[in-house]
């Protein structure tokens, strides 16, 4: 067994006057940071057994404190002298030997073995040659620091990998089926889009893609059948993702009520708030491979009897047998609702068991047309007294329920079912029922029909049939790094081809997944640092609509193009006839819409013509994550988001991480915040973004306090959204007037 060389050295010595010199030449070398200032800083630190190690962790201390919007270099000399404790933690001499870290990596079982068994060692030499530590010096001191704490694999408490051996080992195995004539300069492409940060893996991807045996998908979504049988096999679903780390959604609008006949007994059923507490329970017990709890949104149709009582979940208030604290509610709303609404009428909340016996419906798996139609006849039965359970509220104080838990929780997110659903490429094999947890991702989900169990030859036989469970993979493009259409071409095209190579990679935690995968092969090209996109072209957000509709329509245009060619080298997706896909639609418009709307008229012709030769390879190519923690490792502001502030400071437990937009110098005035920008005009420039986008967009929004919102802003803000045909609204965060701010819990699954 080969292991990896180490410097012996130095660690326990004293610092010398010439390893603390080269440390701030390092740090600050070609930037707008004094290297005196952390001279004059250092020395009366300096003890005479001080050691090197101790020296950084100094002089990166002291870095962080001299970062401000008006200094914001230092935040890259922080992130340098993180670098070099990174190298001096790992103890490697020389740092980087790639052939000898894979053999090392492999051998203890870090690695997968499958670069060493599908690559030769001409090609691993070569693959090793791309390597550039340089590249390693780019980061801040927030991404250094999310890197060495979240990412880079251990093995006995010492760093087993730096940051270039990640890339180009994931790079690598990404592309380790393709045909060995091209595999390695799409490896290289690959290897350099991620370690230049132009574009960003999600979580999973990132954190388990050279691991064994890893799941590589950030989300899911599954649906509860109205038995016992079917919510605890759902409950079992859940823990089994939630082991692996990804997020989950589960819409629970088929199980009866509170008060609902069981077997035909009268007021036996306890609802659904009873089996959302154990869900509640098993996202806490089964935790996310030890790193933290599982994370689930669980949904419920507006209709629903529970509702009142599902929008008290997380609020302080009221019988805590009630309360569910670590799930987040989701909202599921048909375009019905909203226009009763709008109209000031009253809105009818009912048991989907009832409906079930005595019209043979599922309402939770209707929409539309034949939802509205089914919704006015039990109206008019409840308003003639033929129903038993069912309750008339006034539409406007059901959505006043709401916008009152969001602004105390920031909870329940929304989700327009008519909107998903109109959109939806893959209406002719079911429906849309919520999304996931950071709701940009959704496609058609159903419940496992559990067969009786038998006996068969002495064994005890249980079999499942029908379910499917949604399954996306994450990549997001780092606008920020992006400085021409064939940047962000090449972008696109290699983020499809990942995705989609990753599908036949993960191991899929649940089978219904892994069923979805080969039905749909849906996968999520998001997009981050669109503030930092538009200050380097000096367009404040609020004057974007247009300039971020031509971005999109490029963004949309690359993505579908590279999802059709890899349809011409492998095949479409299961099921793409009958899908929109293979009636010529692309966002929900047919080829007249294009030449009409777009601007890109004659790369749309191109696409349509392909399309009609080829297919898709991918049901869903794009979704928008909120790429809270990746865009921090990116170094560039969060999604497609105004940035939340110029400038802040997070404080934790080990020290504070200063943070600012990446042309804060140049373009202060560019930047505007989110807090002080009346979200109305968000949703206007989103809605540019959705449109262009096939799946979904997270959309957080802000409503700052101290600004004088009145509720009519918030109700505004929804109405526009619906209006707009916006799919969804994840988490509403609101700065409060004495200056705190309400947080969300990041979803580390969907954070790329």
Not at 4 to 31: C, H, M, N, Q, Y
Not at 33 to 49: V, Y
Not at 162 to 180: E, R, Y
Not at 186 to 206: Q, V
Request: charged share 25%; with cysteine.
């Amino acid at each position: 067994m080969t292991t990896v060389s180490t410097v012996s050295v130095s660690s326990a010595r004293p610092v010398t006057g010439s390893v603390l010199e080269d440390f701030i030449e390092k740090a600050t070398a070609g930037l707008d940071a004094n290297p005196a200032q952390l001279r004059e800083k250092i020395l009366p630190l300096l003890k005479a057994d001080t050691t090197p190690q101790e020296a950084l962790k100094h002089l990166i201390s002291l870095s962080v404190s001299l970062t401000s919007a008006q200094t914001p270099d230092w935040k890259y000399a922080a992130g340098r002298l993180k670098m070099l404790e990174i190298y001096r933690q790992s103890g490697r001499e020389p740092l980087y030997n790639y052939p000898q870290t894979l053999a090392d990596n492999v051998a203890h079982g870090v690695y997968t073995d499958a670069i060493v068994r599908k690559y030769s060692a001409e090609e691993i030499a070569q693959a090793a040659a791309w390597q550039n530590p340089a590249w390693d010096m780019d980061y801040d001191y927030a991404g250094a620091n999310l890197l060495a704490k979240r990412y880079l694999c251990e093995y006995h408490d010492r760093l087993a990998e730096l940051p270039q051996d990640v890339f180009l080992t994931i790079a690598l195995l990404i592309h380790q089926d393709a045909p060995k004539d091209k595999r390695m300069a799409w490896a290289k492409d690959t290897y350099e889009l991620l370690a230049r940060r132009k574009i960003s893996l999600g979580t999973p991807l990132l954190m388990n893609l050279r691991r064994p045996h890893g799941n590589l998908s950030s989300c899911f979504i599954t649906v509860m059948d109205d038995s016992r049988d079917s919510i605890f096999y759902v409950i079992d679903q859940i823990s089994a993702i939630s082991k692996f780390g990804g997020g989950v959604g589960c819409n629970l609008s088929r199980v009866r009520c509170k008060g609902a006949r069981i077997q035909g007994v009268k007021n036996a059923s306890g609802g659904v708030i009873p089996w959302i507490r154990i869900i509640n329970d098993t996202a806490v017990a089964v935790n996310q491979q030890g790193k933290r709890k599982g994370a689930v949104t669980v949904s419920l149709d507006i209709w629903h009897l529970d509702i009142e009582d599902f929008l008290e979940l997380r609020t302080e208030n009221g019988d805590q047998r009630m309360k569910a604290y670590d799930v987040f509610p989701q909202v599921v709303i048909p375009d019905i609702f909203m226009k009763r609404m709008l109209a000031g009428e009253d809105w009818l909340l009912f048991d989907p068991s009832e409906v079930r016996r005595v019209y043979g419906k599922e309402a939770g798996n209707l929409w539309g047309e034949e939802f509205d139609t089914l919704y006015r006849q039990i109206y008019a039965d409840a308003k003639a007294g033929k129903l038993e359970l069912f309750k008339f509220v006034p539409a406007k104080e059901l959505m006043k329920k709401i916008m009152r838990s969001q602004i105390e929780t920031g909870m329940p997110y929304l989700a327009f079912k008519d909107t998903l659903n109109r959109y939806n490429p893959n209406k002719h094999d079911g429906l849309i029922v919520g999304t996931n947890l950071c709701t940009e991702s959704h496609s058609n989900v159903r419940p496992t029909h559990l067969l009786p169990k038998r006996m068969e030859n002495g064994k005890i036989v249980s079999e499942a049939q029908d379910g499917l469970i949604h399954v996306c993979n994450l990549i997001s493009v780092n606008l920020a790094n992006m400085d021409s259409d064939e940047e962000l071409r090449r972008a696109c095209r290699a983020s499809v081809r990942f995705l989609d190579n990753a599908i036949d990679q993960t191991d899929v935690p649940v089978l219904e997944g892994a069923l979805h995968n080969r039905r749909y092969r849906t996968i999520g090209v998001g997009a981050m640092g669109l503030a930092d996109w538009l200050a380097k072209r000096d367009i404040t957000y609020m004057k974007s609509a247009d300039a971020v509709d031509g971005l999109f329509e490029k963004f949309a245009a690359y993505c579908t193009r590279a999802s059709i060619d890899l349809a011409a080298e492998k095949g479409t997706f299961e099921a793409y006839e009958g899908s929109d896909w293979s009636k010529g639609i692309i966002l929900g418009h047919d080829r007249a819409w294009f030449e009409q709307n777009a601007a890109l008229k004659q790369e749309w012709a191109e696409i349509f013509d392909l399309l009609q030769k080829h297919g898709i390879r991918n049901s869903q190519i794009t979704a928008v994550a909120p790429n809270t923690s990746s865009s921090l490792l990116q170094g560039c502001t969060a999604s497609v988001l105004p940035v939340y502030s110029k400038f802040f400071v997070e404080t934790h437990g080990k020290g504070s991480v200063p943070n600012c937009p990446p042309f804060i110098k140049e373009k202060f005035w560019t930047y505007q915040e989110n807090r002080n920008i009346p979200q109305t005009k968000v949703i206007d420039v989103l809605a540019r973004v959705s449109k262009w986008i096939d799946t979904g967009v997270s959309i957080e929004l802000v409503y700052n306090l101290n600004l004088d919102i009145r509720a009519k802003d918030i109700y505004d803000t929804i109405v526009s959204a619906w209006q707009k045909d916006i799919k969804t609204l994840y988490y509403t965060r609101t700065i409060q007037k004495d200056g705190s701010s309400a947080t969300k819990e990041e979803c580390v699954s969907c954070a790329g």
